[in-house]
């Protein structure tokens, strides 16, 4: 699929690139005056319509179009000085690189989508998946624009249309249509981010766009709770992953050697993850070579360079965290496979490719049916919430912040906002601490 297939967010309603590009210029018969100005490069004109008065044109031939202005005169040399100004004004836009005619809502999410594939996902400044994110987030952004401009076809509303103060109801917009403040506000920053890129391109004349300022009052620290496992939870969720990948499912179910194995992948996928607290893309994209396990005060730890190519915010980073008993079961598991080499796929399936993201999916939601977690989609219960509940469960035992917020890659300032909702009354303990006898973090698969 090319970069021009991969940016296309809406039916475009406009004309044919060619009826677009066409010189469509007035007939002789139209025209009851004409004077040309600078050897032809613009001129002044009066119509049948005009009621006398003169107007400005020239055509620019960046953008295969007429520019057409009236000039406000009847008198041919008043109108002469003034379409003077028009040109050299035109003129100057041009030779510093800026657009005459403004493009449309989509044209300019388009060309910004393109920007970002060329710049940023080709360099690897950020993820295929967060430029999907990005694309995503643009499409609720043109169609608003279909709203507040000239027309609901939100092809026809040009970035022109809008002002600073334009987008002052797009938060209500988004929360009618069910959107969270937390993501309404990232895409607003998306929106800005386009804005900006679209005024340093001459685009667009907004530098950024004013919204209205929207509050964290508990809501994310709620939204947090209610998307992060309870502790008996995780341990129905760790039981059901037992029983799921047992030899005697295997039997009753009559899976194949390739089912089971796909079944043992989503098994360590999850427990991985919440042992590690790595975000889901970088667990989907970590090798066997970026792996090992070793022993420690009676534990199996596992020390993982994340590189900066799998991770979200694209920084690299090396961790020492809980779990490699898991990778050595899953290692172990995989052998008759023969993809363990150091450039394989930590969750390689059976036929050498990586488990498929739908496999991954699917055997969740059977897991959360078997675990008698309901309410997993209303909660919006996901592989990410492994990672929410790893770092929740650290907090608790009084991990020591900074350590933690480095081990997760993170802001300590992402991660107090975020994650403290508990009642924390010491910060001196490492991350990677054992928990009390007390306290229950992971359920460990013997």
């Excluded at 609720?140 to 103060?165: M, P, Q």
């Excluded at 950024?208 to 947090?224: E, Q």
């Excluded at 107090?416 to 001196?428: C, G, I, K, P, V």
Aim: net charge positive; charged share 25%.
């Amino acid at each position: 699929m090319t970069a021009a297939d991969r940016v296309a967010l809406v039916v475009d309603n406009t004309r044919t690139q060619k009826q677009r590009s066409k010189r469509s210029a007035p007939t002789q018969s139209f025209l009851t005056d004409k004077h040309p100005i600078y050897g032809g490069k613009a001129e002044v004109v009066r119509t049948q319509q005009s009621g006398g008065y003169w107007h400005f044109r020239m055509w620019i031939s960046e953008e295969s179009k007429y520019v057409r202005k009236t000039l406000k005169t009847k008198h041919l040399d008043t109108a002469v000085e003034r379409a003077e100004n028009e040109f050299f004004a035109i003129k100057a836009n041009l030779n510093s690189g800026k657009r005459i005619f403004s493009p449309t809502v989509q044209q300019a999410a388009e060309e910004y989508l393109k920007h970002r594939w060329e710049v940023d996902v080709k360099r690897g400044s950020i993820t295929e998946g967060r430029w999907g994110t990005i694309k995503s987030q643009l499409k609720h952004f043109v169609a608003y624009c279909g709203i507040v401009g000239r027309s609901e076809r939100s092809s026809v509303t040009r970035l022109s249309d809008l002002e600073s103060k334009s987008l002052q109801g797009y938060q209500q917009y988004r929360q009618q249509k069910g959107a969270k403040d937390v993501t309404i506000k990232n895409e607003q920053a998306t929106i800005n981010a386009l804005c900006k890129w679209a005024f340093d391109e001459g685009l667009h004349s907004v530098q950024h766009y004013i919204f209205p300022s929207i509050s964290r009052r508990g809501v994310d620290a709620d939204t947090l709770r209610r998307s992060t496992y309870t502790d008996d939870e995780y341990r129905r969720i760790s039981r059901a992953l037992i029983s799921y990948t047992s030899n005697k499912a295997a039997k009753a179910e009559f899976l194949s050697e390739e089912e089971q194995l796909t079944r043992q992948l989503v098994r360590h996928f999850f427990l991985i993850g919440a042992n590690t607290m790595m975000r889901f893309g970088e667990l989907y994209q970590l090798k066997w070579g970026n792996v090992e396990t070793y022993s420690a005060e009676s534990q199996r730890l596992v020390t993982i360079n994340v590189l900066a190519e799998t991770s979200k915010v694209r920084q690299s980073r090396v961790i020492k965290v809980r779990g490699g008993k898991h990778f050595d079961r899953l290692r172990s598991l995989s052998k008759h496979t023969k993809h363990t080499k150091q450039g394989d796929w930590v969750f390689t399936a059976h036929n050498g490719e990586r488990v498929t993201r739908d496999a991954l999916y699917y055997h969740y939601a059977q897991l959360m049916k078997l675990a008698g977690v309901s309410d997993w989609k209303e909660r919006n219960l996901t592989y990410y919430s492994t990672r929410h509940y790893g770092i929740t469960k650290r907090l608790q035992s009084n991990a020591n912040p900074l350590t933690l917020s480095k081990v997760c890659g993170t802001s300590l300032k992402h991660l107090t906002e975020t994650y403290y909702h508990a009642d924390l009354t010491e910060q001196e303990r490492a991350a990677l601490v054992r928990y009390d006898s007390n306290v229950q973090e992971m359920v460990e698969l013997d």
